[in-house]
């Protein structure tokens, strides 16, 4: 791979970095919950909110680049610890876009909802990118690989297992902080089952890139 195409396919991924951070901007304040990988930091960020919701982000990400170490041991690359410094990017990103949707309005559940999808597609487009990028994975993916390597099991449905045990955690989490569903609602759920619906469906308008990334 040249040198060339390295710089378009880091780009390609930078964008999609931050626009998988405007798009977990819109769905959490919309106020229906949060994508499954940043429930826990969701619900965190509601009850102690002198630190910031990226920050919160970061510090689940680096707890999945741990795990991965432990899981991988020996087979773990190095070339994975560069999942730091873009989980360092993507607090910032996450603060800068959670603090320019503050436009967006919790009072009325049909506008919540519609500002939900919104968020979803805004991601799922993100997510996409930074597949079609295929330079390094975000820590959530690199932790669910991890996994199969390991297991040799599905990457989906290792997936599917991984985003509903994120999920119930954030649940627990919610009813010892607030005795309710705080940052963790339908939205969650409807977050995990929609975005890798619409990230598939992306595939068709962003695989001209695997072209461009070569020229």
């Known amino acids: ?14 964008i999609g970095l931050f626009v998988m951070a405007l798009g ?17 930091p969701n619900v965190l960020f509601l009850k102690f909110p002198k630190l910031s919701l990226g920050t919160y982000v970061f510090c689940m990400n680096c707890v999945l680049i741990i795990l991965q170490i432990i899981i991988m041991r020996r087979d773990f690359q190095i070339i994975q610890l560069l999942q730091i410094p873009l989980s360092i990017v993507f607090k910032y990103f996450t603060d800068f876009t959670y603090n320019i949707t503050g436009f967006i309005p919790d009072s009325n559940y049909f506008i919540q909802l519609l500002c939900m999808f919104i968020g979803i597609m805004i ?13 390094i994975m975000n820590s ?34 919610s009813l010892i902080f607030f005795h309710k569903l705080n940052g963790v609602r ?29 020229k």
């Open 1 to 14: 791979m040249s040198v060339k195409e390295y710089v378009k396919r880091y780009v390609v991924a930078a």
């Open 24 to 40: 977990i901007s819109f769905v959490v304040r919309a106020g229906l919950g949060s994508s499954p990988i940043s429930s826990i």
């Open 123 to 135: 991601l799922a487009l993100g997510v996409n990118l930074m597949v079609t990028a295929n330079v």
């Open 140 to 173: 959530g993916e690199a932790f669910v690989q991890a996994i199969v390597f390991k297991t040799h099991r599905d990457f989906g449905k290792t997936k599917v297992v991984f985003d509903t045990t994120l999920s119930l955690i954030a649940v627990v989490l």
């Open 186 to 214: 339908e939205g969650t759920v409807i977050a995990a089952v929609v975005t890798g619906l619409v990230v598939k469906l992306y595939g068709k308008f962003t695989h001209p890139l695997v072209g461009f990334f070569k």
